[in-house]
């Protein structure tokens, strides 16, 4: 079995062991009146395993693979309602990404937001640009050259963690991404 096989095959056993989520409806999928007090610092949630993730947010609403530019980029994704996606690296979270819809924000960013309302809030940026052919990408999303991406690197964590913002040509945040720099 390929690493790859072996990390899905782990992560789905977990998902058949924890507790099991309503059953799919209108009502299901709707984002909750309130949401869980890890979601409102989701850079927190790196770093985690399962069981600590399915304790502080439950099941996710669904799972999905994010396929790299090779075999060993891909990744497994816990999405929740409320627009947050966990991604895993053998049994920990590496990676919390938010996209358009989010409910969350990431050091008080919402896709939605302005590029310049990054830049206020968090400073010059360690790296910028297009990311025409997606290889460097960390989370395989800048695709095409009417994105643009910065990167910040962020102090006061155990690890390096970044905060990857990227924005359409209007300069509106279409996806925003914190992750361990080192993984």
């Known amino acids: 079995m390929t690493p790859l096989g072996l990390r899905s095959a782990m992560l789905l056993a977990l998902l058949a062991l924890a507790p099991r989520a309503t059953p799919q409806s ?14 409102t610092a989701p850079e927190t949630l790196i770093g985690l395993d399962p069981a600590a993730v399915f304790a502080r947010l439950g099941t996710p609403h669904s799972l999905y693979v994010a396929r ?4 060993w980029q891909d990744d497994a994704v816990f999405s929740y309602d409320y627009g ?32 310049d309302k990054a830049f206020s809030l968090l400073g010059q940026p360690a790296w910028s640009g297009g ?9 395989g999303s800048v ?21 990857r ?10 996806e925003l991404y914190a992750y361990r720099a080192d993984f």
């Open 26 to 39: 209108a009502e299901a999928t709707a984002p909750p009146a309130t949401l869980p007090a890890a979601a």
């Open 68 to 71: 790299g530019a090779e075999p």
């Open 84 to 115: 947050l996606d966990l991604y895993w690296y053998r049994d920990r979270v590496w990676q919390v990404g938010l996209a358009k819809g989010s409910l969350v924000a990431l050091f008080g960013l919402k896709p939605g937001d302005s590029v």
């Open 143 to 163: 695709g095409t050259p009417s994105l643009a991406a910065w990167e910040w690197s962020l102090p006061n964590a155990p690890w390096p963690l970044r905060l």
């Open 131 to 139: 990311n025409p052919s997606g290889a460097s990408d960390p989370a």
């Open 165 to 174: 913002a990227v924005a359409r040509a209007d300069g509106v945040l279409e």
